[in-house]
């Protein structure tokens, strides 16, 4: 199979190329032509293929496998014949949503993940700034700032749970300064720790985009907008923040949704069973599917997440007409 | 037209490759799948190297490889790895076959994999599980069904301590499990300690030992220590209190867990904090290795395990010449007496069982290992070197007769109660020690309310009993 998709690759090879192969001798004429007979209705689509197979094996089939799931009784008892499992039609669907905890970890989930990229936005935006103009040791400071963001989620939530331990460095450190903190890693300050740590570990991304977005700022206008008086407020407020709105707009979306799929901080972090608090969509499909063994019921949560969190989020991305392009245009 | 002719081949060759994928990817299960049932079990498994098995063939597997997964051994990681090896080599000569140990570090990693192979049909030969996940890897059918056939293979299934065959199966006719290791509950005391509090030894009544902790407890010293935020720990506590008072907490088709026992049994563990006192207030905070950290420091007088894998780190501590083991208390909170219908359990059935593969095509280079595994000389070795108990009758006697402080851990093993074969009880585990982790914030706090508390067993109820229901 391979040699015969050589063969037909071979025959699109552009007719340069292959003019200068000998084994291309036979085809210039018919090569020739076939590039100047492309038109728009006429594009050799089907060469798309093997990316559309690719696609189909890799996204379409688990998606699909994934929704027929969500319709069986699947448990420890039918696994083993997963196919032959009981059709039980909705009745996970409308467990998921009026009998499970669904409903509050996907507010736990969307508030966690809202709270963090607007705390994260600010931290990046200020980081990036600091860091645009040239000064001793810029290098190293912009490395630093990296940290956060390539260190394993496995090790940042392990390392913060040791220091959130109730006898640990923060409740200690707290403490000297006449702080009572209380239990950080269960009852309602669970989820703070959650908000702390998550954005400790992403803020990072955000300085990368915006930095991006500072670096395209052409330096004629820091120079225009000098030579016109500007202070650094109104040169900030109407100059700069124009170019930083697209990529920090494109990395709130992409940060918000990392937030949501974020399963390794809160399980590393608190463990299962995990205290109410902190239960998010990603969380609780794992412990639905792995540890109780109700696969049906986790498939269908999945989906139920994913058309609850569709909703804002296409309507986020209509809001902003997130568009690189049209946002630097402004 | 011609273009119209490429393009159509192509889409062709395309659809080709799709359907080739999709049916190598479904035809790689479909044989196992549909052999696997009757055919791994019966001579019928006609692709096997061993269709034509009989008891004789196993000591022939030259060129045969069985893999073992088993949890890794966070104590004693070295030894375990050599332990690997020999077990291999001996194995080798014996029967011709290797065998390859591959390590899990959790139980979910170990979970994740059971149920990955049990739905591609291949996988490991040998499991070694937990005895409270044996319900539920039977529950999979997934796992063989010893015949009496099998358990000669094994070496017979009286070389096997009784009591250790109690959670193999749902029957004495239907089991998967072949006990492998055991480690009972068990008390660790500081003698010291007692003897300046004028106490000879520990009570045997839950009530009672509260009464002596609280003498016990002052000058930086407390009287137990409870590691509440232990991910295993803790549920054990509320079964042996639930089962002393009467309550099995599954029976039949029915949950209990919002019986008044149960409740007593939660108030009573978390009272020892928010009422009596007699714990160190971080221990909310503690997983089991920081509970043993503070009496292996001298700063607890009790110390209830649930595990002996501490036994090795309590013989090198600092309280090493002071501490003894006791039984832990077999009369429930409240009660002088065990009441009527209660069972006076001294632990659960712990330990590990070994199940086999249906899908396995070695099952009978499996069962020899298995042999060698649970023979004498084996059990011996890892007793000495892993601190677990034996299950092998011979192997226990000898261990008895030369280690007599071992006694009361031996006799917690002896009078320890199988948890409820179900295949809901590891739900209905995870729902007992979601109570535990909920209600550690009102603990930390000092008061543990009980219409709260009530309302948590309520809906720890409510899943135990779904999950129940769910079963065939």
Known sequence: ?330 | METRKTRLAALTAGVAITVLALTACSGSNSPGGSNSPGGSNSPGGSNSPGGSNSPGDSTNGAGQTLTVYIGADGKYGAQQQQWFKDVSAAFQTQTGATVNFQTFASGSEELTKIQTSVVANQGPDIYVVGTTFTPTAYSTGAFVSLTADDWSKVGGKDKFVPATLGISGPSDSDQVGIPFNSGPFAMAYNTDLLAKAGIDKPATTWDGLVAQAKKLTGNGVYGMAIAYKDNFDPWKFIWAMSRQAGNPIISGKVAKVDDPTTLKAYQTYFGWLATDHVVDPASVGWNDGQALAAFASGKAAFFPMSTTSNIPTLSTSAVKDVYKFALMPVVPPGATTLPAGGVGATSILAGNNIVVAKYSKNQDLAFALVKYLTDDANQQFMYKTFGVLPVNQTTIKAVVASTPSLGPILDAAAGSVATPFSGAWADTQLALMNVVVQTIPDLANGSVDSAKLQSLLTAAQKTAQTSLDKAP
């Open chain 1, 1 to 330: 199979m391979p040699a015969s998709s050589a063969e037909s690759a071979g025959q699109s090879v552009p007719s340069g190329l292959a003019g200068k192969t000998p084994s291309g001798r036979g085809g210039p004429t018919a090569n020739v032509r076939h590039r100047r007979g492309v038109t728009a209705s006429n594009r050799p689509l089907w060469m798309l293929i093997p990316g559309g197979v690719l696609m189909i094996l890799v996204i379409v089939v688990p998606i699909l496998l994934g929704l027929y799931i969500s319709l069986l009784t699947l448990d420890q008892y039918t696994l083993r014949q997963w196919l032959s499992a009981p059709f039980t039609g909705l009745g996970n669907y409308i467990e998921a949503v009026t009998d499970s905890p669904l409903l509050k970890s996907f507010w736990i989930s969307l508030s966690f993940a809202v709270l963090s990229t607007a705390a994260t936005v600010p931290l990046g935006i200020a980081a990036a700034l600091a860091t645009q103009n040239h000064f001793p040791g810029r290098a190293v400071v912009r490395s630093v700032f990296l940290i956060p963001f390539v260190m394993p989620s496995f090790v940042v939530a392990t390392v913060w749970r040791t220091m959130f331990q109730p006898d640990g460095v923060i409740v200690s450190g707290l403490h000297s300064v006449g702080i009572t903190s209380g239990l950080w890693l269960n009852g309602p300050n669970s989820y703070w720790t959650l908000v702390i740590v998550e954005i400790w570990a992403a803020w990072p991304f955000i300085y990368l985009l915006a930095l991006a977005g500072l670096q395209s700022v052409d330096h004629d206008v820091h120079e225009a907008s000098a030579l016109d008086g500007a202070s650094w407020w109104p040169k900030l407020r109407y100059v700069i923040f124009p170019y930083l709105k697209g990529p920090v707009a494109l990395a709130c979306v992409i940060a918000t949704l990392n937030h949501i799929n974020n399963f390794t901080l809160p399980f590393v972090l608190f463990g299962v069973p995990a205290p109410e608090d902190v239960q998010t969509l990603p969380f609780l499909t794992y412990i639905t599917s792995f540890q109780s063994f109700r696969f049906g019921l986790g498939a269908a949560m999945a989906f139920s997440s994913l058309i609850l969190l569709a909703i804002p989020l296409i309507i986020y991305v209509r809001a902003v007409k997130l568009d690189v392009d049209e946002g630097a245009d402004k």
